[in-house]
């Protein structure tokens, strides 16, 4: 379900269940995951009576005996947290949510004992089909990394062309909402492009697409044509 299909679904059932005053979580369980993604976590939450001070997601692998909390950003009724490739690394993202209100009282999904009975998504391995793209006009690659761009320091693609030879490394712009890159050199027939994305923060914290061993399984698309 799309975020905004998702919010007013929420805000219909909130309207229906007014008359109850009680805070709420409200959370779609995702069905899955994939490995290395950037995806999101999204919930509503209806304070009902009470003044709502945060909202906050923990979060582990199986490999981790303990939960990491991070707050969920407020856009426009939707808590969301945007997941890093590096939280999708293992088998299964293990969590919980929380909403905390001003007279300390704390709310939980899963309500019951969420630590021991959290929420397990499955991760898989994403198949990537080799995407065409046209350089007849311009050809473009994009990176989207969501509203929340303000601790992005810079992003800079790695390219080649063929299957050997150097990466260069180009700056992708930021226009319309993401981060983008025009392919300059006119191309021979179904001549594939090979690159990788490297994101830096202003924190120094580096992430990359693919996430790991991207210089050897870096991703691809295949050029059509030549530009006039």
């Not at 945007?82 to 939980?108: G, N, R, W």
């Not at 998504?121 to 046209?134: C, D, G």
């Not at 930021?174 to 994101?199: C, H, M, N, T």
């Amino acid at each position: 379900m799309k975020p905004r299909r998702f919010l007013l679904f929420i805000l219909i059932v909130i309207t229906l269940l007014n008359g109850q005053n009680k805070p709420q979580i409200f959370h779609q369980i995702p069905e899955k995951f994939y490995y290395g993604q950037f995806d999101w976590l999204r919930c509503v939450v209806d304070p009902g009576d009470y003044h709502l001070l945060k909202v906050s997601i923990f979060i582990k692998d199986q490999t981790r005996d303990f939960f990491t909390e991070y707050p969920l950003s407020n856009d426009n009724g939707l808590y969301v947290l945007q997941l890093i490739p590096e939280m999708l690394q293992t088998e299964y993202l293990i969590y919980f949510i929380t909403a905390e209100f001003s007279d300390f009282a704390l709310l939980a999904f899963p309500p019951e004992n969420p630590k021991e009975h959290p929420v397990v998504v499955p991760i898989f391995q994403e198949k990537r089909a080799a995407k065409t793209i046209s350089t007849r006009e311009v050809a473009k690659i994009f990176c989207d990394l969501g509203q929340k761009i303000d601790h992005v320091q810079n992003v800079t693609i790695y390219i080649r062309y063929g299957q050997s030879g150097r990466f260069i490394s180009e700056p992708m712009a930021y226009q319309k909402g993401r981060f983008q890159y025009s392919v300059r050199k006119s191309p021979g027939k179904d001549e594939k492009l090979y690159f990788y994305i490297a994101i830096v923060f202003t924190d120094q914290t580096t992430l990359s697409y693919p996430s790991e061993e991207f210089k050897k399984y870096a991703d691809y698309r295949i050029l059509m044509g030549k530009r006039k």
